[in-house]
Nanobody
């Protein structure tokens, strides 16, 4: 059973960079064919996929966030991280890390962490 846990500051000031880390247990982030994503949910809105880092280290980002988003990983700590630059109040959301694999289809979620952008 893969388990994920988000961590990072709950309050970020406008124009700063939001940094979150997802710590993974129960499996390596280099397991073949797993994809490790960041997903967020602003208040009163639906889930928004932000980007993914694959088991081989390849990254893909949402077109709307690509210019501000970076996802990286540290296999030695079994962690992957999100950086979102130049944040504004619209980036206030619950941020989730997610693991998914297609064959067989499985998906795991962290509990989520609230991030508020405010001065």
């Amino acid at each position: 059973q893969v388990r994920l846990q988000e961590s990072g500051p709950g309050l970020v000031k406008p124009s700063q960079t939001l940094s979150l880390t997802c710590t993974v247990s129960g499996g390596s982030i280099t397991i073949s064919y797993y994809a490790w994503s960041w997903i967020r949910q602003p208040p009163g809105k639906g889930l928004e996929w932000m980007g993914v880092i694959d088991y081989d280290g390849s990254t893909y980002y949402s077109p709307s966030l690509r210019s501000r988003t970076s996802i990286s990983r540290d296999p030695s700590k079994n962690q992957f991280s999100l950086q979102l630059s130049s944040v504004n109040p619209e980036d206030t959301a619950v941020y989730y890390c997610n693991a998914a694999v297609l064959k067989p289809p499985r998906e795991y979620w962290g509990p989520g962490t609230q991030v508020t952008v405010s001065s």
